[in-house]
Structures are given as C-alpha cells and as structure tokens.
T-cell receptor, first 116, second 112 residues
Framework: DVKVTQSSRYLVKRTGEKVFLECVQD?????MFWYRQDPGLGLRLIYF???????EKGDIPEGYSVSREKKERFSLILESASTNQTSMYLC???????????????FGPGTRLTVT | GQSLEQPSEVTAVEGAIVQINCTYQ??????LSWYQQHDGGAPTFLSY????GLEETGRFSSFLSRSDSYGYLLLQELQMKDSASYFC?????????????FGKGTRLSVIA
C-alpha cells in the first residue's frame, strides 16, 4: 500500500515562529504536493514539486516555501507563522505518468496547524 | 483562470441514488477525477474520466461530457458510510506534471 506520512497530526505554534511540516512518501512518486484545506474553500494548492530540487508555485504560495532534497521527502516551511495560516495542511504524492496511474493522488493524514 | 463548480451540500436517503454534478472552466482539459473525504480523514481517489461516457466502479459511477464541460458522480444504494465530502478535480494539461485543480467539495449527508 502507498503510504504518505506527515510529521505531526496536530501542531500549535506562536505568531512569528518558523514552522516546518514534513511529508514522506514510500512509493517512489515523482510528484509531491502541499495543500491547505479550509471550510468552504476546498483544497488549495500551495506548492508542488515534480522532481528533486524542483518546485513550482501553486495558487497560494505567499508566506510559504518548500524544500525537496530527496525524492521521498517534501517539506513545507512557514517562515514567520501568522494567525491566518491556521489551517489543515495536506500533503499528497503521485506518479508523473499520464492516464489513470498519473491521476491518482495519495494524501497524507493531514496536519492541523493552529497559530496563536 | 480555472474554476470548478459543484453543489456545497446534498442530502439523500439511505438506499437511494444521488448525483453530484461538477462543471468546469479550465484553460485546457485532460481528465476529470473524483475524491472522497470523510470527516477527519484524508481525501481518497474514487474515479477518473478522460473520455466521454460513464465509468462504473461498484456502487459508484462517474460520467463525463467534454463538450458540455460537465461531469457527475453517481452513488447508488446509498449507505450511511457514504456520508462524506466529494471533490471533483480537473487536470488542465496532458503533462503528467500538471497538478489537479480541485472544486470546493460537496458535503453529502445520508439520512435514515
């Protein structure tokens, strides 16, 4: 079974702190993604990566950065956490292929981040 | 820009059939996917349509009409465990590196 794991299920941080969210996948997927999910807003893409050391901005990259030093690991960094970054953060991975195998994204369990 | 529209909430009776619609406006189109997410859980993949027509997987079916920029997810013989949020998602490009664009989700409540 494909497994995507995230470093924490729940996290509480203070405003201004630097926050690291880690994501690891074990299926040798090329693509990895970071989303945030807020009620009524669905899944919004923050950043994605289609290869080691490659990154692309998603729809809402402001206030975030990412790092992908190894194929299996994709980190989301909040340089200076703010209260409007309180949210559920979901990591996902997928193959880069086309067709069915490239469509299925596997999601981690999510990290609920609260910034106070 | 790219946008997907789906109803925010749907309620249906156990044992019945429910259809969740999705219309999309994207700069390109390669395929339509559906994901299910239970409260507190991660989204999980349900189905994928690249061509017009109906794809069936057990109690769930998904339909696509590329000319109408429209698709739907059909759930039959509803069970209480089908209560969840359902998201449609579009891949706008043929490239396998293009991320999915998700709709805002439809919350399905199955009642007895």
């Amino acid at each position: 079974d494909v497994k995507v794991t995230q470093s924490s299920r729940y996290l509480v941080k203070r405003t201004g702190e630097k926050v690291f969210l880690e994501c690891v996948q074990d299926m040798d997927h090329e693509n990895m993604f970071w989303y945030r999910q807020d009620p009524g807003l669905g899944l919004r893409l923050i950043y994605f990566s289609y290869d080691v050391k490659m990154k692309e901005k998603g729809d809402i990259p402001e206030g975030y950065s990412v790092s992908r030093e190894k194929k299996e690991r994709f980190s989301l960094i909040l340089e200076s956490a703010s209260t409007n970054q309180t949210s559920m953060y979901l990591c996902a991975s997928s193959f880069a292929g086309r067709g069915h195998s490239g469509e299925e994204q596997y999601f981690g369990p999510g990290t609920r981040l609260t910034v106070t | 820009g790219q946008s997907l529209e789906q109803p925010s909430e749907v309620t249906a009776v156990e044992g019945a059939i429910v259809q969740i619609n999705c219309t999309y406006q994207t700069s390109g189109f390669y395929g339509l996917s559906w994901y299910q997410q239970h409260d507190g859980g991660a989204p999980t993949f349900l189905s994928y349509n690249a061509l017009d027509g109906l794809e069936e997987t057990g109690r769930f079916s998904s339909f696509l009409s590329r000319s109408d920029s429209y698709g739907y997810l059909l759930l039959q013989e509803l069970q209480m465990k089908d209560s969840a949020s359902y998201f449609c998602a579009v891949r706008a490009s043929y490239s396998g590196n293009t991320p999915l664009v998700f709709g805002k989700g439809t919350r399905l409540s199955v009642i007895a």
